[in-house]
């Protein structure tokens, strides 16, 4: 039975479930269970905090797991990424009162506070910059206001948290994290694993891209299928209207209203689009 951890609670739990109900597992039905049991799919997932993960996974006590690529790094566990799942997206960055320190360069010598040390004790020594790590378990952006710390290192998403605590971000993301599938480095082929990965990349297309289908006559099927040309190749089949051919391809979502301008300005007509609910290319 394939082991999978996955999040308990916090941003990435909820996506993280979703996603995996999508690709056709079985999910815990109560917040509160630790396990959930799909014997159909031959799948175990525990629920775990998301800054565990890399921990179990590293170690081989589980076989996959969805956390955040930051919680990856930071771990620093013998596990890699598998897949970007696309979502909980964040930037890692240090912030300090730009009265203070407004640049990389001055951080040097300065006591930086994070949840995350790993990450940034990384990210000082490949750059060599010497600096006071203290380690907090979260709120770090009060640690500047009670005089704990100079700067902090942390999760940006609309940047309101640090605004809030008067703090401008320094530099250039440290690092910029998502939801990703993690398995343990140099782990042994295993054909169950494969299949969830491919599920999920499933998920992924079947959320990036729509169906589109449309009728065009006959001279200008080229142009036409040069606007949309598909994953491999569009489909293309004949009509009961002489002179005229249907053509199916898939479009990416956000694209998908500029190519049904297009195709409507070349002469295309009755153009329709529909969501994908599953996929495997
Ligand atoms: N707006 C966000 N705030 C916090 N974490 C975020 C956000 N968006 C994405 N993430 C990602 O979620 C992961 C952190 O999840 P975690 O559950 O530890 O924190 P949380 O969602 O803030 O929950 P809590 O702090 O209540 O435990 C990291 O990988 C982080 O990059
Ligand atoms: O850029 P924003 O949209 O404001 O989001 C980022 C903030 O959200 C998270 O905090 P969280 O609420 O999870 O509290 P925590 O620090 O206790 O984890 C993170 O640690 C930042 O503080
Ligand atoms: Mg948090």
Redesign the pocket.
Known sequence: MLRIAIPNK??LSGPAAEMLREAGYRQRADSRDLVCRDDANDVEFFYLRPRDIAVYVGSGDLDLGITGRDLLVDAGSPAEEALDLDFGG?TFRFAARAEAVSSVEQIAGQRIAT?YPGVVERHLADRGIKAEVIRL?????NAVRLGVADVVA???????????AGLTIIGEPILRSSAVLIRRLDAPANAQADQLLRRLQGVLVARRYVMLAYNVPTELLVRATALTPGIDSPTVSSLHREGWVAVQAMVLRDEVHRIMDELYDLGARAILVTDIHACRL
Do not use: F, I, K, Y
């Not at 378990?137 to 952006?141: L, M, P, S, T």
């Not at 942390?154 to 809030?164: E, H, I, K, N, P």
């Open positions: 916090g941003t964040a949840a378990d979260g709120a770090v952006e942390d999760v940006v998403s609309t940047g309101a948290t640090l605004r809030q």
